[in-house]
Each structure stands twice: as C-alpha cells, then as structure tokens.
C-alpha cells in the first residue's frame, strides 16, 4: 500500500521569504501523480500543484514549485515570496495512475501548518 | 454551481442517532469521493464512486457508515448510531475522471455528535 509522509507538523516564514515543505511517499508503482493541496480556515482543498511522476521536469506555478525527487521518492513544495494568504494546511497527496490501483482515489500525508509572520 | 456543493455546513447530532450529508458533485465529473478528516490529521477515505461500477467502499470505518449516488450524480453519506469518535469534518470531492484529473473539494460538512 502506498503511505505519503510530512515530517513537519508545523513550519513558520517571514512574508516575501522562502520556505520549503517536506513530503516523502512510499510506492512500487512506476507511473503515479503526485499534489500539494492547500486548505485554509475556510476548509476548502484547493489544489496548489501537480506533478505527473513520468515527467522529469518539476512542476511550477507561479510562486509554487516542486522539487520531485523519484529515485528517493521525495515531493518538496516551494514558496517564494511568501504572502500572508499563504498561511495554511499544506497536504501533500499521492494518485495511482493505474486503474485499479487505489481506485483512483488521493493518499494524503497528515499536514504542514504553515504560519507566516508579517 | 461552479463547484462542490455540501450540506449542511455544520450539524450537530446526540449520540445514536442516524445523520445523512449531502454532496452535489461538480456537473459532468464521474468521479466521486467522500473523505473524513478528523482534528488535526490529514484525509481518511472512505468511499469512491465512479461511473456506474460498484463503489469502491474499503475506506468505510464501520457498517454504521454507509453511502450512495443517485443518479451518477448527487451522493449522500449516512451514518447510523452516531458516536462521539465520528465527530469530523466529512469532505467530498469530484474529478472529470479517475486519475489525471485533479479532485475538486467542497468545503465539508463539520459533524458534532454530543
């Protein structure tokens, strides 16, 4: 079975500044998708990024980036710049890319709340 | 609506009693799933629909808990005999498909059983 792990309960950014968030996941699967959600107060899961794990180039929006290692199976987000609406829970997620392999359905890591300081 | 729809919001239950939450799914998407995230932890799953096959219901923590999709489109989870441990939030989420697509969230239904 598939588990993703967030080592970092809680992380804390001075605005404008970097941060970066952990995620380390564990598969004998080849092809899969890898996601960053964000979910604010709110409790709405909005999607951050994504990362297709056959592509060698990592993903990036805007001031979100990824550095998707496969051979160690690490998934890190990247912050820059840091705003106050970035304060969050970041989860990090895994999807099989076969059918019938978790049905489809996302594998979430436990979270990273990350405060940022005005 | 542009998005996932729940209801209601928040409900609060007494211990044994039976609940029913409710998800419109983004039109159009086959996928469908129902999360439960307790305070402070990450994402439980707990049942998926797609299409027309047969739920994928090996998330379902107990036989209290049960769910269906009328239609292939609205879904309602229902838990019998609630107890105190099923306090959550309970998401739903949508996707066009069953792997590429990203999952679309609603903004759950906070459940509080006294």
Redesign the interface.
């Known amino acids: 079975a598939q588990t993703v792990t967030q080592s970092q309960p809680e992380m804390s950014v001075q605005e404008a500044e970097t941060v970066t968030l952990s995620c380390t996941y564990d598969t004998s699967e080849s092809d899969y ?1 890898l ?1 960053w ?1 964000k979910q604010p107060p ?6 951050v990024i ?1 990362q297709e794990a056959y592509k060698q180039q990592n993903a990036t929006e805007n001031r979100f980036s990824v550095n998707f290692q496969k051979a160690a199976k690490s998934f890190s987000l990247k912050i820059s710049d840091s705003q106050l609406g970035d304060a969050a829970m970041y ?1 990090c997620a895994y ?5 019938g392999g978790s ?9 990273t709340k990350l405060s940022v300081k005005p | 609506g542009a998005g996932v729809s729940q209801s209601p919001s928040n409900k609060v239950t007494e211990k044994g009693k039976d609940v029913e939450l409710r998800c419109d799914p983004i039109s159009g998407h086959t996928a469908l799933y129902w999360y439960r995230q307790s305070l402070g932890q990450g994402l439980e799953f707990l049942i998926y629909f797609q299409g027309n096959s047969a739920p994928d219901k090996s998330g379902l923590p107990s036989d209290r808990f049960s769910a269906e999709r009328t239609g292939g489109s609205v879904s309602t989870l229902t838990i019998q005999r609630t107890q105190q441990e099923d306090s959550a939030v309970y998401l739903c989420a949508s996707s066009a498909d069953w792997n590429n697509s990203p999952l679309h969230f609603g903004n759950g239904t906070r459940l509080t059983v006294t």
Not at chain 1, 42 to 47: D, E, F, W, Y
Not at chain 1, 103 to 111: E, M, Y
Request: proline share 0%; aromatic share 28%.
């Open positions: 998708y996601f959600y709110s409790r709405q899961m909005i999607l994504r989860f999807r099989s890319a076969f059918y049905q489809g359905n996302l594998i979430f890591g436990k979270g």
